[in-house]
C-alpha cells in the first residue's frame, strides 16, 4: 500500500479534525492505512434480526426496535438502582434493564429506534417474561444511519472514553471509503489468483462493512476469506523476512572446517555403540554446513532420549581438530555438569587419555578434566580460555558474561535451546567471528510453530530412539492410594532397578501445602530401612549435587529423590521406574522432560503419576494425555491446544515481529503457503527488484526488528 494517501494523518480528511485524531491515535491509528488495519474485534448480524416474540431464555440475541417507555426504579432495601426500558418491535415488546447505572436516564427518550444486543433472562418474578440485563445498545437515526449501523452484518470496534461506538463506526465509514481509493496491492496477484483469495481492497471492505452472503459466524472467529487474506499477506512478510535471513547468512564469511582430523577420528572409532540411521544422518548435516564457507545455523530437535549429545561431539571435536575453540552452553549448573563428566567418560571409553584438555565453567565452578588439575580457581579458567590453551568449554549462561572471551572461537553448541532467548543465542555467538552454531532442543515443537520460531535456522530431527528401549508404561495413581505406591517402590527394587522420586518443592516453607523433597525422604526412609536414598535439588552446593549424582549412577543409591532439577540432562540408564508426586502440578512439557529420564535402559520402565484430588479439569486432561502416549510431538501440540501459543512460548522472547490478523495454528495452512511462496520469490529474485511495493511492506513489517535488504 506504498501510496502516500494512504500513510496520511487521519486528521485531514474531512470531518476528523484534531480532537478526534487524538482519540483515534489513542487506538492505534494514526494513518489512513491504521485505520484499514483497525479490524472490528466483533460482528453483529443486523440483517436477520429476531422478532421479540421468538425469543428464548438464555439465548445472545440482537433486537431492534422503539423505545415504548423509561422507567427509573430504586429498591429501598437492597439499594440497587435499576433503569429500565421498555422496547417494542412489530411482534411483541421486551424490558432492558440497567443496574446501578443512574446516568443512564440521560441518554433516551421515548420513540427513538434502538438496537440492543444481550442474552435473554427470565424474569424472576413473573417467569413467563424475558428481559435483558445490561445489553449492548445503539440509538439509531433512520435514513444513512441505517445503512452503517443497521440493517448490515455491522462490525463492533473497541473503542475510547470520549468515542462512541457509533461515531467511531462512522469515522471508519467515511475512512475506509477515502482508503480503499488509494490502495495498492503489495502481494504479487499471480500468488493471490492461485490461491483463489480475494483482493485486499475488497478484502479491507468487508472486513470493515460487510456486503453481501458473508457467514457471521466465520467474520467472528477470524476465518473470512478476507481474514484469510490478511492473515496469508503477514505470513508471507514473516517467512519473506525469515527465508532472507537465513538467505542473508549464506553472504557472511564462515569457517570451511575440513573433516577427518585425529581427534575426530578416534571418537568416530572408540564410539561406545553405533549411531542410529537418524543420528547418522544429523551428523552428517552438520558436517556439510561445518564444511561450507558459510556459518552454520542449525537446531537439532529430538525428544528427550533421542541421543542428541554424541551427535554435537564428533562436531565438537571436528572443530578441535581445526584448531578452533568450542563452547557447549547448557540451561542449568546441573546440566553443564553432567555433560562434562559424561563426555569424560565417553572420551575416556573412546581412548583420549590425557592430551585434550576441556573444561567446566559455571557461576561457582571451575573444572579441567585433566586427572592431573581438576578444580581449579575460576579466573584462571577464564584466562587460559582467552589465551587459546584450552580449546572446549562446558558452561552455562556464565558463558555469555564479558570477563569470558576466547581467543578463537569456532563452533557454539547450546543445548536445550528453548530454555535460552535468541538474545543468548547471539551474545554467545559475538564471542567468536561468525562462529558456527548448532543449537539442541528435546521441546518437540509442532512444525508450523517451529517454521517461525526457528524459522531462521536449518533444522535437522533426529525422529528415531536408540534401539532396545522399551516404551515407558505410566499410570495414574490418586493420593488415596498412596499406598500402593510404596507397594511398587518395593518390588522395583527387589527386582534390581533403581528408582526416582520427584517433588515440587524442597521443603514444605516453599509452599506449605505441597509435599516436599526433604520429608518425602525422611518418609521413605521409615519406609525403607534397608536401602541408601540419595537427595538432589537445586539449592545443593556443586560438589554435593555431583556426588549425589555418581551415588544414584554407581548404585551406592538405589532411590535418588530430587526435585526437578533433574527434568533435563540426567541420564541413568538402569533407573526403571519414576514416581512424580503432585504430578497434577506439573504442566506437559515438564511431565514429559521427567518421565524421559526413565526407559533410557534395556529394563522394562514405568512412571507414576501421584495426583492429589480434587483435579481440575486441565489437569486431568494433562494426565490422561501423559498415559495414551509418549510421544513427544503429540503432547507438545496437545500442550500448546491447552495453553495456547501465547504462553506455551512463554518466556522465549522470540525477537519476532507481531501477527495482528494471523494465528499461527489455526492458519497453519496459510503458514505453509507463505513459506513456500516466499522461498519461491526470493530465490528468483533475491532483492525483489520486480516487486517494490512487495519490497516497501516487507521492510515495513520488519522494521525496528532486522534490516533484511543492504543498499
Ligand atoms: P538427549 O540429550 O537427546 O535426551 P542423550 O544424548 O542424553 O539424549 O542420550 C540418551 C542416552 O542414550 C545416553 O545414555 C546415550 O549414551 C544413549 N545413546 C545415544 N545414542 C545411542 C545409540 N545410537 N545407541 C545406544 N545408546 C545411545
Ligand atoms: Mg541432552
Excluded at 553472504?251 to 581427534?263: A, H, N, P, Q, T
Aim: one cysteine or more; glycine letters at 8%.
Amino acid at each position: 500500500m506504498a501510496d502516500r494517501l494512504a500513510n496520511a494523518g487521519v486528521q485531514f480528511v474531512k470531518g476528523i479534525g484534531p480532537r478526534r485524531a487524538t482519540l483515534l491515535q489513542k487506538l492505534g491509528i494514526d494513518s489512513l492505512k491504521d485505520a484499514a488495519y483497525y479490524l472490528p474485534f466483533r460482528y453483529e448480524d443486523r440483517k436477520n434480526i429476531k422478532k421479540i416474540d421468538t425469543l428464548r431464555p438464555d439465548s445472545g440475541v440482537t433486537l431492534s426496535g422503539k423505545i415504548l417507555s423509561i422507567n427509573s426504579i430504586k429498591t429501598p432495601k437492597s439499594r440497587t438502582s435499576i433503569f429500565e426500558l421498555t422496547i417494542s418491535d412489530s411482534s411483541s415488546a421486551i424490558k432492558a434493564k440497567w443496574f446501578n447505572q443512574p446516568f443512564m436516564k440521560k441518554l433516551f427518550k421515548k420513540g427513538q429506534n434502538i438496537v440492543i444486543t444481550g442474552t435473554t433472562k427470565l424474569n424472576p418474578y413473573s417467569p413467563a417474561m424475558l428481559e435483558l440485563h445490561n445489553p449492548e445498545f445503539e440509538l439509531i437515526d433512520t435514513g444513512k444511519d441505517e445503512l452503517i449501523h443497521t440493517s448490515r452484518i455491522t462490525p463492533i470496534y473497541r473503542t475510547t472514553s470520549g468515542l462512541g461506538v457509533k461515531l467511531l463506526r462512522n469515522i471508519m465509514f467515511t475512512l475506509i471509503e477515502r482508503i480503499v481509493a488509494h490502495m495498492h496491492d503489495p502481494v504479487p496477484h499471480e500468488i493471490i489468483d492461485y490461491y483463489k483469495l480475494p483482493g485486499l481492497k475488497e478484502s479491507i471492505c468487508n472486513l470493515h462493512f460487510p456486503e453481501g452472503e458473508i457467514d457471521v459466524n466465520k467474520l467472528n472467529n477470524g476465518t473470512s476469506i478476507y481474514h484469510n487474506r490478511l492473515s496469508f499477506d503477514e505470513l508471507f512478510y514473516l517467512e519473506l523476512g525469515l527465508t532472507k535471513i537465513k538467505d542473508n547468512r549464506t553472504l557472511d564469511r564462515g569457517i570451511s572446517f575440513v573433516e577427518g582430523g585425529k581427534y575426530f577420528s578416534k571418537l568416530m572409532r572408540g564410539l561406545p555403540f553405533s549411531l542410529t540411521n537418524s543420528q547418522k544422518r544429523v551428523l552428517n548435516e552438520i558436517l556439510k554446513d561445518m564444511k561450507s564457507s558459510a556459518p552454520m545455523h542449525r537446531l537439532i530437535q529430538g525428544d528427550v532420549g533421542s541421543g542428541k549429545t554424541i551427535v554435537a561431539l564428533p562436531a565438537i571435536l571436528n572443530a578441535i581438530d581445526n584448531g578452533r575453540q568450542t563452547a557447549l552452553m547448557a540451561p542449568t549448573e546441573l546440566l553443564a555438569e553432567q555433560h562434562f563428566y559424561n563426555i569424560k567418560d565417553i572420551l575416556k571409553g573412546a581412548g583420549f587419555d590425557e592430551g585434550m584438555e576441556f573444561c567446566l565453567l559455571t557461576g561457582k565452578r571451575a573444572e579441567i578434566n585433566s586427572d592431573s588439575q581438576g578444580v581449579v580457581s575460576i579466573p584462571d579458567l577464564k584466562q587460559s580460555i582467552s589465551k587459546g590453551g584450552i580449546m572446549f568449554t562446558i558452561g552455562t549462561h556464565s558463558l555469555i558474561q564479558e570477563s569470558v572471551t576466547f581467543s578463537n572461537l569456532g563452533l557454539i553448541v547450546i543445548d536445550e535451546q528453548h530454555r535460552f532467548g535468541v538474545m543468548q543465542r547471539a551474545e554467545l555467538r559475538q564471542k567468536g567471528a561468525n562462529p558456527d552454531v548448532l543449537v539442541m532442543t528435546a521441546t518437540p515443537i509442532p512444525r508450523t510453530l517451529a517454521m517461525t520460531l526457528y524459522g531462521d535456522l536449518h533444522y535437522s530431527v533426529i525422529d528415531e530412539l536408540p534401539p532396545n528401549r522399551t516404551p515407558v508404561e505410566t499410570i495414574i495413581v490418586n493420593d488415596t492410594q498412596k499406598k500402593s505406591v510404596y507397594d511398587e517402590i518395593g518390588k522395583e527394587i527387589l527386582s534390581g532397578g533403581q528408582v526416582y522420586v520427584v517433588y515440587p518443592a524442597i521443603d514444605e516453607n516453599e509452599e506449605s501445602s505441597l509435599h516436599s523433597a526433604l520429608k518425602g525422604k525422611e518418609g521413605l526412609e521409615r519406609m525403607f530401612t534397608n536401602v541408601k536414598i540419595g537427595l538432589l535439588h537445586g539449592k545443593m552446593k556443586t560438589a554435593e549435587r555431583e556426588e549425589a549424582m555418581e551415588d544414584f549412577k554407581s548404585r551406592k543409591t538405589t532411590i535418588l529423590v530430587s526435585t526437578t532439577v533433574i527434568e533435563v540432562g540426567i541420564d541413568v540408564p538402569e533407573a526403571s521406574l519414576m514416581i512424580i508426586v503432585h504430578a497434577e502440578r506439573f504442566g506437559l512439557s515438564q511431565l514429559h522432560q521427567l518421565r524421559g529420564r526413565v526407559g533410557r535402559g534395556v529394563r522394562k520402565s514405568r512412571c507414576i503419576l501421584l495426583a492429589y484430588t480434587p483435579l481440575n479439569e486441565i489437569a486431568e486432561r494433562r494426565l490422561s494425555i501423559m498415559a495414551e502416549t509418549s510421544d513427544g510431538f503429540r503432547i507438545s501440540e496437545e500442550d500448546l491446544n491447552i495453553r495456547g501459543p501465547g504462553e506455551f512460548l512463554g518466556a522465549r522472547q522470540s525477537g519476532m515481529p507481531d501477527l495482528k490478523t494471523a494465528h499461527i495454528i489455526r492458519d497453519s495452512k496459510w503458514l505453509e503457503i507463505a513459506k513456500s511462496e516466499a522461498e519461491r520469490i526470493l530465490s528468483k529474485d533475491p532483492d525483489l527488484k520486480s516487486y517494490p511495493l512487495l519490497k516497501e511492506e516487507l521492510n515495513n513489517f520488519w522494521r525496528g526488528s532486522i534490516e533484511l535488504f543492504h543498499g
